[in-house]
């Protein structure tokens, strides 16, 4: 049965509170926030769901994905304004969540737990803008990757808008948070992977490459991109672009390069 919230100083809805300046400040726990991500935690996320916090408005379209829940979490429904006050912003979705996280994975308990056969993996290494986070992880979920790996030096993918971004992907794609590049890749070279470095020059055009059957694309922070050092060591791979044109956005150069990928895979 909801509850319904009139007092945005409510104690229940603590977690929900200031969202823009605790937003990073959760840690066992996260925010969700719209439609398209919470149905991802509810049908397909391996994260517990803690409560809802929704407005009124929207609660008769959501009844049929509210059945899928236990009568023991809590549903709270208030007024737009009450929810935009709770919150301190207004919050035009209508709907958020909290979720718990279960122990962080480690890049070698997440490859250990994939299956045999060919492989692609998304690495991210210092990626710290959200929206190229969580638009890596829909991209690698559109196009069969088996998970993403992403160093410390990356943003949280359960960060709030990187989970929107995413339209959920981060919610039920495995992955593994933390180590330096170095350490992933060793990690990913004792478990057969062939790393692609992506890198906007001097690298074997994307389209001449057959990819190898246990394979892990390396995406670097727009600007510095990756290391020379990690470049050098690894095969380089470019994308061809149109004179005058250097770079493209990581989500789509991770994006072609999925989709190239996955359309040898496929054939």
Known sequence: M???ITDPADPRLAAYRDLKD????????????????????IRASRFPLHSLLIAEARR?????????????????????????AITGFHIHRG???????????????????????????????????????????????????????????CCDPLYRKAIRVSSGAALTLPFAYGGDDAGLLETLAVAGFTPWTL????????????????????????????????????????????PGMDSINVATAGAITLAHVFSRRTK
Not at 22 to 41: N, T, W
């Open 2 to 4: 909801p509850i319904h």
């Open 22 to 41: 605790r937003d990073l400040d959760r840690h066992d726990r996260f925010i969700v926030e719209g439609v398209i991500a919470l149905e991802q935690l």
């Open 60 to 84: 008769p379209s959501l009844a049929p994905l509210l059945e899928y829940l236990s009568p023991t979490i809590p549903i709270y429904t208030a007024t737009q304004p009450v929810m935009d």
């Open 95 to 153: 709907v958020l969540a909290l979720a718990r996280r279960p122990a962080p994975e480690t890049a070698q308990q997440l490859i250990a737990g994939l299956p045999a056969g060919p492989l692609t993996l998304l690495v991210l290494v210092g990626l710290s803008n959200h929206d190229n986070v969580g638009g890596c992880f829909r991209n690698a979920a559109a196009f069969g990757a088996g998970g993403v790996l992403l160093d410390s030096t």
């Open 199 to 242: 890198s906007p020059t001097d690298g074997a055009a994307l389209q001449s490459l057959t990819p190898p059957e246990r394979l892990a694309i390396i995406l670097g922070p727009e600007g510095p991109g990756l290391s020379p050092d990690l470049l050098a060591k690894h095969t380089r791979v470019s994308i061809p672009m149109s």
